[in-house]
């Protein structure tokens, strides 16, 4: 499974920006996808999850009522709308797929990351 992410760039505060992650490879036994930042000198963090049945979302309490996260199946694509920005927001944004390998494996799969920035 390959994930390329897209969408990052420079906003001020109360800015909007959408994040794409884009999957291709073997996406047929991905069974949840989902987004983790890493603020400089950070550990990274958990942003927001969406399973692939029924398309259940989890988000950290940080970004609840501001980001919504969604997946368009048919594209292997999913999507970050970040809205209400706020400098502690600005990090590096990583997309993460899990891919059921057996009754008791998961593989997980990384993007490169994209850089958000919000400006004060």
């Known amino acids: 499974v390959q994930l390329v992410e897209s969408g990052g760039g420079l906003v001020q505060t109360g800015g909007s920006l959408r994040l794409s992650c884009a999957a291709s490879?073997?996406?047929?036994?991905?069974?949840?996808m989902g987004w983790y930042r890493q603020a400089p000198g950070k550990q990274r963090e958990l942003v927001a999850t969406?399973?692939?049945?029924?398309?259940?979302?989890n988000y950290a309490d940080s970004v609840k009522g501001r980001f919504t996260l969604s997946r368009d199946n048919a594209k292997n694509t999913m999507y970050l709308q970040m809205n209400s920005l706020k400098p502690e927001d600005t990090a590096v944004y990583f997309c993460?797929?899990?891919?059921?390998?057996?009754?008791?494996?998961?593989?997980?799969?990384w993007g490169q990351g994209t850089q958000v920035t919000v400006s004060s």
């Open positions: 993460n797929a899990d891919s059921v390998v057996s009754n008791i494996a998961i593989l997980r799969y």
């Open positions: 490879g073997n996406t047929k036994n991905i069974n949840a």
């Open positions: 969406i399973r692939s049945g029924g398309g259940s979302t």
